[in-house]
């Protein structure tokens, strides 16, 4: 089922869920209306004329920021590619209870723009002892197993914060944002996954000592592994090597002898796409990767020439591998909330 508004495929109609139809991932640069949307609360209301953004903690000079004040700092673009931690879930083998069956949509590349983080805390003057901050979003709600309604925050290490290209974005595309897609002001943390770049952003805490714990960040968004138990939990950060498959689509028919393009995109957190391999029933071959991508964070296109010779089923398979030697397994890596799924994505079409 389709929005009205978007083009979306809704995985959850209040608050509003959705993400984009595989066809949608085919440009560089996403459209806003094919951009997946992940909120865990309703849409805060937020009056931009009386909105600020809070900043303080362990700061020299703690102050509030106005929407007018913040267009007016000095302003970065960054291409990036945000991935939701559960895109792909429906997946894995064992279903996550509780959690959205995102397909392979929850993943766009937007032109964000805005203020870098460091610049602002630069003007705040962030203590020399300072480790995290403590991000918090105007969005609240009532989330299993906690009595009262609590605000979406997240901590931030203070070393991903100075990120040149960790920023506050006010513009998605060229445009301000959205309502669902975090107006006034969000944070983008390229490189990891969507669950760090804070929407509505209300207040950054700068804070020292133990990493903050909390509902997003402690109880969610940790990879629990089943097998060694609850007390084997890594934080969910970093966005794991990964490609998809754009076309041809699954399901699609192809004819015999007749050229198909494979091609699809690519992206990491850890590093750039060094190459994406497919394998259409001769074992993995090389595809063609090209490298002028919008940036650092952004996903990299990839294709391949392919000759069907052969009438029946045809399964198709891309991996990608990162300059930091990630190579997306041929199995998901199964745990607790089934995030980062990244497991060599295969497709069938059939040969006529
Ligand atoms: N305040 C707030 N920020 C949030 C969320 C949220 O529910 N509330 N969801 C996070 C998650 S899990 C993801 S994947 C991204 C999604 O960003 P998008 O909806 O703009 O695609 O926002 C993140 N930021
Ligand atoms: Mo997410």
């Given at each position: 089922m389709k929005s009205r508004q978007s083009r979306l495929i809704v995985a959850k109609e209040s608050p509003l869920n959705g993400e984009a139809p595989v066809s949608e991932l085919r440009s560089r640069i996403t459209p806003v209306p094919s951009f997946f949307v992940?909120?865990?609360f309703p849409v805060p209301q937020i009056d931009v004329s009386k909105?600020?953004?809070?900043?303080?903690?362990?700061?020299?000079?703690?102050?509030?920021?106005?929407?007018?004040?913040?267009?007016?700092?000095?302003?970065?673009?960054?291409?990036?590619?945000l991935e939701c931690a559960g895109n792909g879930r429906s997946g894995f083998k064992v279903p996550a209870e509780g959690e959205l069956r995102w397909g392979s949509g929850a993943v766009g590349t937007a032109r964000w723009r805005g203020i870098a983080l460091r610049t602002v805390l630069e003007k705040c003057r962030v203590d020399k002892t300072a480790t995290e901050l403590v991000i918090e979003g105007s969005d609240s709600g009532n989330v299993g197993g906690v009595v009262d309604p609590i605000r979406f925050s997240r901590g931030l290490p203070l070393q991903k914060a100075l990120d040149k290209d960790t920023i506050i974005a006010l513009q998605m595309n060229g445009r301000s944002l959205s309502p669902e897609h975090g107006y006034p002001a969000r944070l983008v943390v390229p490189g990891w996954y969507g669950m760090a770049s804070v929407k509505w952003l209300s207040r950054i805490k700068?804070?020292?000592?133990?990493?903050?714990?909390?509902?997003?960040?402690?109880?969610k968004y940790v990879y629990v592994d089943e097998q060694k138990g609850r007390r084997a939990r890594t934080p969910v950060d970093e966005v794991r090597v990964k490609s998809i498959i754009t076309n041809p689509l699954d399901g699609d028919v192809v004819r015999l002898g007749r050229m198909v393009m494979i091609s699809g995109r690519a992206w990491s957190?850890?590093?750039?796409?060094?190459?994406?391999?497919?394998d259409h029933g001769k074992g993995?071959?090389?595809?063609?990767?090209?490298?002028?991508?919008?940036?650092?964070?952004?996903?990299?296109?990839?294709?391949?020439?392919?000759?069907?010779?052969r009438r029946g089923e045809a399964e198709i398979a891309a991996r990608a591998t990162d300059e930091s030697g990630n190579m997306q397994p041929l199995e998901p890596l199964e745990n607790r909330f089934q995030y980062g799924y990244n497991a060599a994505q295969r497709i069938r079409v059939k040969v006529v």
């Open positions: 992940r909120s865990h909105w600020r953004l809070v900043v303080e903690g362990e700061v020299g000079a703690p102050r509030e920021f106005s929407y007018r004040e913040l267009r007016e700092m000095p302003r970065v673009t960054v291409a990036a590619t700068v804070v020292s000592g133990e990493p903050y714990s909390a509902f997003f960040n402690g109880v957190g850890s590093g750039k796409i060094s190459s994406v391999e497919v993995w071959e090389k595809t063609m990767v090209d490298r002028a991508t919008a940036g650092r964070f952004a996903w990299v296109a990839w294709r391949k020439r392919w000759v069907p010779d």
